[in-house]
């Protein structure tokens, strides 16, 4: 078994969680939830969500990885086994079987999202006509040609993960990171300077209040918030575990929910703004990024450089999720078998792309199983996760993990807000999830 890593610094770990956290449920996602849902009345209860829910969770995830120095499965097995209670092991499975099964249908959006720079990079936009760019997209999606991208996707990810904590996640994210953020300014500037753009901007911070008694808004702006930056109970979780004694948990926690939501912010601001200069629809859904985007681009001016960059900043913000999605399932098959990080990467991504497979074969499989997973398996791991940590292992031993190392301590208050608060939502959020077909 390899010495267990550590991240580097509050830096590297900061750069790597906000990469985890920052993937195509910001990109992607957040711009066609905000439209659909309201624009600006979306974002109050959004940002109430992540930066008191969110936080919550996130804290919790670093501080039973860094206490238990080991991730899901290993930490849910020793909790257990400390109250003397059976069956650790197998519940600490589950997390890891869902967040396993976001890897494998993500990495093949990844592949998606590869295929779509490429694209823009040769200017293959330019000689589609607007009417044929939703045929581009089913061309290769469900078609045996997303099997190469996918295997791509596999491919680089796995590369990095190999190279372990800090010379592979944390190089990767120390880059990719700050390019993220630089060209979707870039971007934002260049949306906001297009004819009619000022609708999109009305739309996004000019509340429609009554949109606030709908009770759809402030559940799907919890469900979008819920599982940003919290990932099924098992992907930070594996993070925290490779944390040093002294990292400030709430303060990398506070600083991973902010530059997340900025990330998402930025997003909104590239495409939102656009969609309303060119007349189309907010409310587009998830056929925003692969077919209303592409739209844009072939009717805005330098749509060739604006193109290949934004599908560059979404293959970056992809890529960093899945490294996280990676790290969860190799960590664990290192943890139980003590084998070394580069024979399980290998089985991990081998299978991951097997498994995925049939996937790539049939776009509604891929659907099936990418609900399945989403709206049973994850936030089921997540509700574990939060009873395991705030009740079994006790929510005054996990504050006082939380505060190893913080400059500002948490007071007793928080417990309230971690035990029931926090952990109640969790299960709301697997039942809002079942009964609306997935919030998250």
């Not at 991730?71 to 197998?90: C, D, H, T, W």
């Not at 911070?205 to 402030?218: A, E, G, R, Y």
């Not at 902010?258 to 409310?283: D, E, H, R, W, Y």
Request: charged content about 10%; proline content about 5%.
């Amino acid at each position: 078994m390899e010495k267990r890593e550590t991240f580097s610094g509050k830096i590297g770990f900061i750069l790597a969680c906000i990469g985890a956290a920052i993937g195509l449920g910001n990109i992607w996602m957040f711009p066609w939830r905000l439209g659909s849902y309201g624009g600006a009345a979306f974002l109050i209860p959004y940002l109430f969500f992540i930066l008191v829910l969110g936080t919550t969770g996130l804290m919790g995830e670093f501080a039973f990885g860094r206490n238990k120095k080991r991730g899901a499965i290993g930490a849910f097995k020793e909790v257990f086994a400390e109250k003397n209670l059976p069956f650790g092991s197998f519940l600490g499975t589950i997390p890891v079987i869902g967040v396993s099964g976001v890897f494998v249908f993500y990495l093949i959006v990844v592949g998606w999202i590869l295929k779509y720079f490429v694209l823009a990079l040769s200017n293959s936009f330019a000689t589609v006509s607007i009417d044929n760019i939703p045929a581009v997209f089913g061309a290769f999606a469900g078609q045996p040609q997303s099997i190469v991208w996918h295997m791509l996707a596999i491919i680089i990810t796995l590369i990095i993960i190999n190279l372990g904590v800090v010379k592979g996640i944390e190089q990767a994210n120390k880059y990719m990171m700050p390019t993220l953020f630089a060209i979707l300014i870039i971007l934002g500037i260049r949306s906001l300077t297009l004819p009619g753009a000022i609708e999109g901007l009305k739309f996004l911070f000019i509340p429609d209040w009554s949109l606030l008694k709908d009770p759809t808004t402030w559940i799907m702006a919890l469900g979008q918030s819920f599982f940003t930056v919290s990932l099924g109970g098992a992907a930070m979780l594996v993070y925290g575990s490779y944390l040093k004694d002294n990292v400030d948990i709430p303060e990398s926690a506070i600083h991973t929910a902010i530059f997340n939501t900025c990330a998402s912010f930025l997003a909104a601001l590239v495409i939102i703004p656009a969609v309303f200069a060119f007349g189309l629809s907010p409310q587009a859904g998830p056929t925003l990024l692969f077919i209303t985007i592409p739209n844009i681009l072939k009717l805005m001016p330098g749509g060739y450089i604006f193109g290949t960059l934004f599908f560059l900043s979404i293959f970056f913000a992809a890529l960093s999720s899945a490294l996280n999605l990676m790290e969860v399932p190799v960590e664990a098959l290192m943890d139980y078998f003590k084998i070394s990080r580069k024979k399980s990467a290998i089985i991990v991504g081998t299978l991951g792309f097997l498994i995925g497979i049939p996937l790539d074969l049939n776009i509604n499989l891929f659907g099936k199983f990418a609900d399945f997973v989403s709206i049973y398996l994850i936030p089921l791991g997540a509700v574990l996760a939060a009873v395991v940590f705030f009740w079994v292992f006790g929510v005054s031993k996990a504050r006082a993990e939380i505060n190893k190392g913080a400059n500002k301590p948490l007071g007793v208050w928080w417990d309230f807000l971690a035990k029931y608060v926090f952990t109640i939502v969790a299960v709301v959020v697997l039942v809002l999830g079942v009964i609306y077909g997935g919030i998250g």
